[in-house]
T-cell receptor, first 111, second 115 residues
Framework: DAKTTQPPSMDCAEGRAANLPCNHS???????VYWYRQIHSQGPQYIIHGLKNNETNEMASLIITEDRKSSTLILPHATLRDTAVYYC????????????FGPGTRLSVLP | GAVVSQHPSRVICKSGTSVKIECRSLDFQATTMFWYRQFPKQSLMLMAT?????????EQGVEKDKFLINHASLTLSTLTVTSAHPEDSSFYIC???????????FGPGTRLTVL
């Protein structure tokens, strides 16, 4: 598995964009970048994923560098409800393989 | 789509008893299901992987006779914590992957407290 590195914690002001970085310098060509988040005492929630191109959905945007060695998750207008632990996971799309969770980034959205 | 449910959401039991946790894929067929455990302020740790109709594969350090996993159908997997002890108190989370679906879908988790 490609290992990912994320900052342990970040703060963001409510209403501002939250930019969460992730390094995955050993990523392989067939591995996707997934982002999940976990709000306290809940199961992980899928946010977004991508392979090479930047992606956007109703929750967030995912920016992947051209060399694919790093990515950034962008929450365009953070709210207090976005306070959570955010996990960046790199994984090939193999149905039998699990997702390995690192410590993630604890995002605190401040009023 | 791709919803996974767990039942119960919360359970408290006495030491020595067994507890069963159900994980269901509601709108897709789960070819593979995973069971994770999460202790306070820690990340999710994989316990075992199960495929429908076959024996589960356990991670190193996870006792297969203590954590019984049954994946009898493509929509249901169960985890039974046998002879539970206080150190088994944790947050148990299941997830599933399905054919044709990208990614892994997680249940809401089950909080187990063993007194």
């Amino acid at each position: 598995d490609a290992k990912t590195t994320q900052p342990p914690s970040m703060d963001c002001a409510e209403g501002r964009a939250a930019n969460l970085p992730c390094n995955h310098s050993t990523i392989s060509g067939n591995e996707y970048v997934y982002w999940y988040r976990q709000i306290h005492s809940q199961g992980p929630q899928y946010i977004i994923h991508g392979l090479k191109n930047n992606e956007t959905n109703e929750m967030a945007s995912l920016i992947i560098t051209e060399d694919r060695k790093s990515s950034t998750l962008i929450l365009p207008h953070a709210t207090l409800r976005d306070t959570a632990v955010y996990y960046c996971i790199v994984r090939a799309d193999n149905y039998g393989q699990n997702f390995v969770f690192g410590p993630g980034t604890r995002l605190s959205v401040l009023p | 789509g791709a919803v996974v449910s767990q039942h119960p959401s919360r359970v408290i039991c006495k030491s020595g008893t067994s507890v069963k946790i159900e994980c269901r894929s509601l709108d897709f067929q789960a070819t593979t299901m995973f069971w994770y455990r999460q202790f306070p302020k820690q990340s999710l740790m994989l316990m075992a992987t199960s495929n429908e109709g076959s024996k589960a594969t356990y991670e190193q350090g996870v006792e297969k006779d203590k954590f019984l996993i049954n994946h009898a159908s493509l929509t249901l997997s169960t985890l039974t914590v046998t002879s539970a002890h206080p150190e088994d108190s944790s947050f148990y989370i299941c997830s599933a992957r399905g054919a044709g679906l990208v990614g892994q879908f997680f249940g809401p988790g089950t909080r187990l407290t063993v007194l």
